[in-house]
């Protein structure tokens, strides 16, 4: 039995990552400060993609993407209910390969975070949303390396960080890159705190 | 996938321009199709509205 199989028996639930609190604060991120055009990178549910097409003014359409065809599909249903202010455009993608320089004003991302053995991992979707690696930022970092490609002038990048990832090592890579940075939303919770960075072009 | 997107998708191979190939359409939504790499040649499905451009050392898993 592959873990596809067994994600469809024990229901979405195992296989998509479902809204928490690191999806609410971003989405208050997104709210505050997303606008023109809008990608969630790893939309996971889609949860923080459908916010944007709701509740953020500034937005003028939304692109979601997920590795995970489970995520996907759940992310184009939330599309379909608010089809009518505009709707998701989803993309099973990895990172930001498929997207052309400069095509976003705003993307947000709720990256895999957790560092994590290397022998558990992959193992299956949930494992994919949750595990950054060893490190934590095995995804965070390829991340940064190329969103400034992908970004419009005057765009936005809206990261969550967690402290488990290890805030200064994310920090500064995003100096690094060439990016000012600072906290739009911050709030600490018993094991970790978590941050959304609003990245800008110098 | 809305037409529109065409304008902000790529190959994610070498980032050149894709063609799009419909089979299915409901408005200027597509729904079944695929997107061809004009340099790379490869062929990126779109099933139930969503193509699937994950590179294809990734595809299949």
Partial sequence: ?202 | MKESLMDILCDPLDKSDLELEVDERDGDEILEGRLVGTVTGEVYPIEDGIPNLLPPDMRDD
């Fill in chain 1, 1 to 202: 039995m592959t873990g596809d199989d067994l994600a469809d028996r024990r229901g979405m639930e195992t296989a998509v990552y479902q809204p928490a609190e690191d999806s609410g604060l971003l989405a208050e991120a997104v709210v505050e400060r997303g606008h023109g055009r809008f990608l969630e990178v790893g939309t996971g549910s889609g949860w923080v993609a459908q916010k944007a097409v709701t509740d953020a003014d500034d937005v003028e359409s939304v692109v979601a993407t997920d590795v995970n065809p489970h995520a996907c599909r759940s992310a184009r249903e939330r599309g379909r209910e608010v089809a009518s202010a505009g709707g998701i455009d989803v993309v099973r993608a990895s990172l930001l390969d498929p997207f052309a320089d400069d095509a976003f004003d705003t993307v947000a991302f709720n990256p895999p975070y957790l560092p994590t053995d290397p022998e558990n991992e992959w193992s299956d979707w949930m494992e994919r949303a949750l595990s950054g690696g060893e490190t934590g930022r095995e995804l965070i970092d390829p991340f940064v390396d190329d969103v400034g490609r992908v970004l419009a002038p005057g765009g936005v990048v809206l990261l969550l960080v967690s402290s488990l990832t290890g805030y200064d090592d994310v920090v500064e890579r995003v100096e690094r890159r060439g990016f000012d940075h600072e906290v739009v939303v911050r709030e600490s919770y018993p094991f970790e705190t978590l941050s959304v960075l609003a990245l800008s072009v110098k």
